[in-house]
């Protein structure tokens, strides 16, 4: 029986009952169409700064991107024009989502808020933020659009109901002297669990409804395992040079599930890429080939091809069954932060701090 997720994603449009007489839409397989070509074909200017976060609405017509400029610009895809901008945070916007509905969009960022817009008008709708919480780094929603959960330069984990913009809960580890940031967050494709990553590379899956437990805490990047696990041994962020302690070299970037929620993928300043199988986080394999933190992580609708980017300034497609690369793409001229596949899984969007998001398509080049 063909996964509910992956069916529904694979043509790009819900499915329909053939009443109009019109013959279904193919089957892709993403992993031949892209490895048959691949090619940039649009490029979208008009960031004045870096930019952080690139998301597809759900019919595919529009995107989002944001970054350091603050703002919040929306895109016509076909023609490349700029539909709005839209204004509201005071800082760096990291993370952009839309709801399954396409109804709203919601952008975190490191002003500490979280803001909901109608993307269509361009109004704000909801502003949510928590007392003494800190930047926001990462988004993501259950897949009913109903609970947003945040990841943020703070130890906790916060989950909010988007309709109503309530705060339902806080998601604590149980190592109550645990001081370290939570700046990664995935739900899983049946929505029960909440990935996380720490900036010391640990990784938890948590138990998001009835109970909010952590039920697993893996050590996933992170390479330093002293006896003494004390938050002085773990390693903190040192404010007076802006540097790290080693620690902090295995920092999570990204992480995203495979389709069916059988694959944790994780990524890390450590250059390497994770494959982790769910629920008990155990290691399949690691994927070396970038030469810089990896930042972002992408996969097709059929849960066949893995995108990657960061700091190296590289995008890499990979073949999630036996974790080979086959593509280096090499478009982008600054640090790659951003990445989404369209809903239809035939094309893919690249946010750079060149201040530019470009579209990519795969398949073999039509003559002429």
């Known amino acids: 029986m063909a996964d509910p997720f992956t069916s529904q994603f694979s043509t790009g449009v819900q499915p329909s009952l053939p009443a109009s007489g019109e013959a279904p839409t193919p089957k892709v397989d993403f ?7 691949t090619r940039e074909v649009k ?16 019919d595919g017509l529009t995107l989002a991107s944001a970054g350091v400029d603050r703002l919040v610009r929306v895109w016509d895809i076909e023609t ?15 993370a952009a989502v839309f709801t399954p509905d396409g109804q709203t969009l919601v952008t975190g960022s490191e002003d500490r808020t979280i803001r909901l817009w109608n993307p269509k008008s361009g109004e704000p709708t909801k502003l949510l933020f928590s007392r003494y919480d800190h930047n926001v780094c990462s988004l993501s929603l259950s897949p009913d659009g109903l609970m947003l959960a945040r990841g943020s330069h703070n130890k906790d984990i916060k989950i909010w109901e988007v309709t109503t913009g309530t705060e339902l809960m806080t998601l604590l580890g149980k190592d109550q002297f645990d001081h370290h940031w939570s700046p990664c967050v995935a739900f899983s494709p049946d929505g029960i669990h909440l990935a996380s990553g720490s900036d010391i590379g640990k990784i938890k899956v948590w138990e998001v409804l009835p109970s909010g437990e952590e039920k697993v805490l893996h050590n996933g990047h992170w390479q330093d395992s002293p006896d003494d696990d004390s938050t002085e041994a773990r390693g903190f962020f040192v404010e007076d040079d802006g540097g790290f302690q080693k620690p902090m070299d295995y920092w999570i970037g990204a992480m995203t ?8 993928v994780t990524a890390s300043r450590d250059c390497t890429i ?10 399949i394999r690691t994927l070396r080939g970038h030469a810089g933190w990896v930042r972002a992580l992408a996969v097709s609708p059929d849960g066949k091809v893995l995108v990657s980017a960061g700091d190296d300034q590289t995008i890499k497609l990979w073949e999630v069954a036996t974790g080979r690369p086959f593509r280096t793409l090499k478009g982008h001229a600054g640090y790659v932060r951003g990445l989404a596949f369209s809903p239809d899984g035939r094309r893919l969007t690249s946010a750079s ?3 530019t998001v470009k579209l990519w398509e795969g398949g073999e080049e039509s003559p002429g």
């Open 257 to 264: 599930f495979t389709p069916d929620g059988k694959i944790l």
């Open 80 to 94: 490349g024009r700029l539909l709005r901008s839209l204004r509201g945070h005071t800082r760096d916007i990291r």
């Open 31 to 37: 992993l031949e169409y892209w490895k048959a070509g």
């Open 274 to 283: 994770k494959f982790f199988e769910m629920p008990h986080l155990t290691e």
């Open 353 to 355: 701090w060149d201040r």
């Open 43 to 58: 490029t979208f200017r008009g960031h004045s700064h870096g930019v952080w976060t690139v998301a597809y609405a759900p």
